[in-house]
């Protein structure tokens, strides 16, 4: 897509976007992420990619959130404008139709975790760090921190992580719920693509409404959720695949799902 991210299509129906700026951390410069919103406008728009694996080049860090330097010599106005840049790209890489993977190869602070924060499962190398560290720097998360880690590990732990500016490490990090699974450095990619092959062999049409209906009904009282499921199912009811599916299991056949 550009320098600092790079798209790859790593097994049918599964992209790998790849932060890839190493020299920096992967820091969100402004520059990557400009690149980094034009590569997830495109995957959100392409029929042909299910599953979104998100990790970062090198061994050190998935991505180590602002870039500081950048930000060091701007004005009040330039720092407001730059953190409504990363708020809104974490935003968009969240609303993707596709289960998002992020595969977390190295560090991941601030504005690196409130990107993982906003993809569907993390999946942690052992040698990675995490931590929303920003109350050490006279700020708070800007970009969805306050509000994604609460509701992904509950009130009190994410309010001793973010007041603490704690740091984690991997073990520590699956403990607190903040990831779902911790692999070996080597075997981390492997594992996210397994992860994503089990999810892209499904029907690309389930697997978007499903992640409406999980995220959306979350945010409600039970009962309007439950509505939202009984839309997103509906919305399947006419579809090409749910009569494929039907047939395959008649059949005794993989079913060929085909998103229509």
Do not use: W
């Not at 040698?127 to 969805?144: D, H, V």
């Not at 994503?196 to 979350?218: D, F, H, R, W």
């Amino acid at each position: 897509m550009g320098d600092f991210v790079q798209v790859d299509q790593v097994e049918n129906g599964i992209a790998l976007i790849t932060l890839a700026r190493p020299e920096a951390a992967n820091a969100l410069s402004k520059q990557l992420l400009f690149e980094l919103h034009d590569a997830i406008y495109t995957i959100k728009n392409s029929e042909n990619i299910r599953v979104v694996i998100i990790t970062g080049k090198g061994e050190k860090a998935f991505c180590a959130g602002a870039d500081l330097k950048e930000r060091k010599g701007m004005s009040h106005h330039e720092v407001k404008a730059a953190v409504h840049l990363i708020r809104s790209t974490v935003n968009d890489l969240e609303s993707l139709p596709q289960p998002v993977i992020a595969a977390m190869n190295g560090v991941a602070f601030g504005g690196g975790l409130e990107l993982a924060l906003a993809c569907d499962i993390r999946i942690a190398s052992k040698t990675a760090k995490f931590g929303l560290t920003e109350a050490a720097l006279a700020i708070i998360p800007g970009a969805g921190g306050t509000q994604r880690l609460p509701r992904l590990i509950g009130l009190g732990k994410a309010k001793e992580l973010i007041y603490t500016a704690k740091r984690l490490d991997a073990t520590e990090a699956a403990e607190y719920g903040v990831v779902e699974y911790v692999a070996e450095p080597d075997q981390l990619l492997e594992k996210a693509i397994s992860l994503a092959k089990e999810m892209a062999k499904n029907a690309p049409l389930s697997l978007v409404q499903a992640k409406v209906a999980i995220n959306k009904g979350y945010e409600v009282d039970l009962m309007t959720g439950l509505k939202i499921e009984e839309l997103a199912y509906s919305a399947l009811i006419p579809t090409e695949d749910r009569m494929e599916g039907l047939r395959a299991f008649q059949e005794k056949r993989p079913p060929q799902y085909k998103g229509r």
